[in-house]
């Protein structure tokens, strides 16, 4: 039997891809188009691996909820997409994996292999990067690989029903919270607290933001991969997360995660669209988080700025060495520096984390046009409670969204207006490669940044 069907290809692949056929009586209008292809896939007509293809890129979906699919697992090879690499480039694959029991049950992990370092990102969380390890440098005859991560207290991947923003004071948040990058966002972000809006009958009531917003704990409603046909080859993930709700906002992220073939860098390239008729606030901070190998006693963090100052009167105290990182330490009460970035002449600005041995360095860049600030955060305490630090560039600073108001930082989106945002990430090894981005750091920084002995006053607009 042979059966002839001309559809969207991307309709091909849900159909194909699942292989599900439901009772006949209770299939839609588009479930009886989906039933024939599913046949016509079974009976040999279209090939099980149909995928959407395009002069740009070559794309599958994993998962979309307008056409409620999603592929439980899947392993892509780059020899699988059709595109005539060349010999050179390593091979590289895609594995979309489900992961099961207790707080993690059904929570999503896509992890991108470029044949150089593999970095796992998280759709169900928001489509955070859970770690990126870099595979041994055999030119450099290194036997040790580095990896992005640290180690929480938070085992599991915990999917975001099991989480409750509201609990301890509004701090439900860290239940979760053990990604290498996760955003902070997008109506809020920050430390909780009380702020005002505008209720559904027009009045200005109060209400309660907790820790960092919502973003990091909303499940991708559509996820795909992109590679690129024409040389570097990029291959990208591309994410779309919802934060709208009736009388709220109605905001978009569209992310992208991708990496090149054989590459030590990966680059998060984001799109926050406002598609409300009315102007909207939103906040974006990107808490970047790094444990050991990297975080240890004598280990550093540069970056360029024109002045620093203490978040508190307790960071205040240490403000000299703000820079640098103690062992763990039992007891240990976080502190929280504010920078004004510096920028060169392609107005980006650089920050760099390093070794005690600086011979492993993981560097960050981004335009301070659409990110103007950078929060450094130290958590050096015990191992077992989190010895950790940030590195975080925003569209502000950590203070309550009702706070950074009175500072002028935050943002508005006009109806209809997006804002973009792109950080690249470069993962250095050997004391020559973390030396030269040091020294651009240094070049840049020029004359040493101003040092704030006193925590901001906070206005009292």
């Not at 999503?108 to 990126?132: F, K, Q, W």
């Not at 933001?209 to 570097?232: C, F």
């Not at 007891?331 to 600005?349: H, I, M, N, T, W």
């Amino acid at each position: 039997m042979r059966i002839q069907v001309t559809l969207k290809r991307l309709t091909v692949q849900e159909s194909c891809e699942t292989g599900v056929v439901p009772p006949i009586g209770r299939i839609p209008p588009l479930g009886i188009y989906r039933l024939v292809i599913t046949l016509a896939c079974l009976c040999g007509s279209i090939p099980a691996t149909a995928h959407d293809q395009s002069e740009s890129g070559h794309s599958i979906v994993l998962t979309d909820s307008n056409s409620s699919f999603r592929t439980e697992s899947r392993r892509i090879h780059s020899s699988d997409v059709g595109i005539a690499f060349p010999e050179s480039m390593p091979e590289w694959t895609i594995e979309k994996s489900t992961l099961h029991g207790g707080k993690q049950e059904g929570c999503e992990l896509v992890t991108i292999d470029n044949g150089a370092m593999r970095i796992v990102v998280v759709p169900t969380r928001g489509m955070s990067i859970l770690s990126v390890t870099k595979y041994p440098n055999r030119d450099l005859g290194t036997g040790a690989s580095m990896e992005l991560k640290w180690d929480s207290p938070v085992k599991e991947v915990v999917h975001p029903q099991s989480i409750n923003l509201d609990s301890r004071g509004g701090l439900g948040w860290l239940d979760g919270f053990n990604e290498w990058m996760v955003r902070c966002g997008l109506e809020s972000a920050g430390h909780p607290g009380k702020d005002e809006f505008v209720n559904n009958v027009g009045d200005k009531v109060e209400m309660n933001l907790t820790l960092h917003g919502k973003i990091g704990n909303i499940p991708a409603s559509k996820v795909t991969v992109i590679v690129d046909r024409k040389p570097p080859h990029r291959i990208r993930l591309q994410g779309i997360v919802h934060e709208r709700m009736f009388h709220g906002p109605k905001l978009e992220l569209i992310t992208e995660v991708s990496t090149v073939p054989g590459s030590n860098s990966l680059r998060i390239s984001d799109k926050v669209l406002n598609h409300s008729a009315s102007e909207q606030e939103f906040q974006m901070i990107y808490h970047t988080n790094f444990g050991r190998p990297i975080l240890e006693e004598g280990a550093k963090t540069l970056f360029a700025a024109d002045k620093i100052e203490p978040m508190n009167a307790h960071a205040a105290k240490s403000i000299q060495t703000a820079s640098v990182y103690g062992p763990p330490t039992a007891g240990f009460v976080e502190q929280v520096y504010l920078a004004y970035p510096k920028s060169d002449s392609s107005g980006l600005s650089h920050a760099l984390i390093k070794n005690k041995a600086s011979d492993q360095g993981v560097s960050m860049s981004w335009k301070t046009s659409q990110l103007p600030f950078f929060t450094l955060w130290k958590n050096t305490t015990a191992e077992s409670d989190g010895y950790v630090t940030g590195l975080e560039p925003g569209t502000g600073f950590p203070f309550n969204r009702n706070v950074e108001r009175k500072f002028g930082r935050v943002p508005k989106l006009r109806a209809g207006e997006s804002r973009l945002f792109e950080l690249d990430f470069v993962l250095h090894e050997g004391t020559k490669a973390v030396s030269e981005f040091e020294a651009a750091i240094a070049k840049l920084q020029g004359a040493p940044p101003r040092l704030l002995t006193e925590p901001p006053t906070i206005p009292s607009r």
